[in-house]
């Protein structure tokens, strides 16, 4: 918790406990600062059209009703850097399917668009105006630990579902090489550790091994008094890109190279997932985390005992208490928070807590001709301020 007083123009935070991520933290849109009289006197009403928004950013909306798809930002006068922002308006348009906005962007109708599908990424590498953002996002699958299946609480069971995870060529062949193979829970591009990219400071073998998989599988199996088990892989497909692909790929590869077991498939909406989730009414969950914040305790709280986002259930004495360290004790030392966060991924490792797939990226088609227009990976994801046509 914190506590806020206002001074003129000046706001005053003093948290109870150390927090050096705080400053980033602040850059998350859930702190954006809101006039409350304006927002009160819209009450539900507030943000669902234009002018029912309030704005202190470079743009302001113009033209959006709430359910419309085409309108603008216009420049917001009143904002503070104002003389630097470069387009005083600029179109914006919903467009429900990618492949029609790939044609949009062809035909000049567009100067970005999304190529969010790996087959439109296959067809669109060789163009000029196509890039790969990253995205600070892991996809992950979460093991239900809680008891409702017993399997998964089986380490060694996990361990081979980890280990017959074959992540490069998951990303080669389902993805288009447009991700990049996990080998930490925290992804790339998030944080440094002395100028080294955390996600390669911390680093864990995840490896496909289908040998050593086999193996530790039939232990496991030994060790639950059963020859065969049944694992269900749900996913949605509101939200997770290529959720569907991904599944199929590892209803195959698991079947395949893990003799007893079974995999079936389940998709549902995004909110029920969501729900499934909170309430351990899964098995084997495809699912994924943006950063909050540019440090990796945005993901590793993900696994400790009784965070509100573990889909794992999972609760690990060690992990606490090195996750209690690393907020606590060591939080306002970097390398011992560090190197205690490193710690933690181990554990997720070691105990196959979870199992991370690949790092999330976002090929997207921009007209060369336009500078300035970035994705952010932490924060607002789009930033239009510098944005330019040469």
């Known amino acids: 918790m914190a506590k806020t007083h206002t001074c003129g123009n000046t706001l005053t935070v003093s948290l ?6 705080f400053k980033s933290l602040l850059t998350f ?20 059209t234009a002018s029912k928004t309030l704005y202190n950013g470079p743009y302001t909306f113009k033209g959006w009703n709430g359910t419309n798809n085409k309108f603008k930002l216009v420049k917001n006068k009143y904002y503070w850097d104002a003389k630097n ?21 062809k035909t000049g109708k567009l100067d970005s668009a999304l190529v969010n599908t790996p087959q439109l990424s296959q067809a669109n590498k060789t163009n000029k105006g196509y890039r790969i953002t990253p995205q600070a996002t892991t996809v992950f699958l979460a093991y239900n630990q809680s008891g ?12 081979a579902l980890n280990m017959v995870t074959n992540r490069s060529e998951l990303n080669s062949q389902v993805l288009s090489g447009t991700s990049t193979p996990a080998t930490s829970f925290t992804p790339k591009g998030l944080s440094t550790v002395n100028g080294t990219d955390f996600a390669t400071y911390a680093k864990q073998d995840y490896t496909y091994n289908k040998s050593e998989a086999q193996k530790l599988f039939k232990e496991g199996l030994s060790e639950l008094g059963e020859k065969s088990i049944t694992l269900e892989i749900e996913a949605d497909t509101d939200r997770v890109a290529n959720a569907k692909d991904v599944v199929n790929y590892l209803q195959g590869q ?38 909050d914040y540019a440090e990796p305790t945005t993901f590793l709280d993900l696994a400790s ?28 030392n970097d390398t011992k928070r560090a190197a205690d966060e490193k710690g933690l991924e181990k554990i997720i490792h070691q105990e196959a807590i979870l199992n991370p797939l690949y790092y999330q990226a976002q090929p997207e088609l921009v007209n060369p001709n336009i500078t300035g227009f970035y994705h952010h990976a932490v924060g607002v994801p789009l930033d239009f301020k510098l944005a330019a046509r040469k």
């Open 85 to 105: 922002v470069k387009t005083p308006e600029i179109d914006l348009q919903v467009v429900q399917k990618p492949e029609v906005a790939v044609q949009m962007y």
């Open 305 to 332: 005992t009784g965070n509100a986002n573990n889909y794992n259930h999972n609760s690990n004495a060690d992990y606490d208490a090195l996750w209690n360290k690393a907020k606590g004790a060591d939080a306002t």
């Open 148 to 159: 409702n299946v017993k399997a998964l609480n089986n380490k060694k069971i996990r361990q």
């Open 29 to 48: 849109p859930t702190f954006f600062p809101q006039k409350q009289s304006f927002v009160e006197k819209y009450g539900k009403k507030y943000g669902t």
């Open 16 to 21: 109870e406990k150390p927090m050096p991520q």
């Open 254 to 291: 698991w079947s395949k190279n893990l003799p007893g077991l079974k995999v079936t498939e389940k998709f549902v909406p995004f909110k029920q997932r969501l729900q499934d989730g909170t309430d351990a009414n899964f098995q084997v969950m495809l699912t994924q985390w943006g950063a």
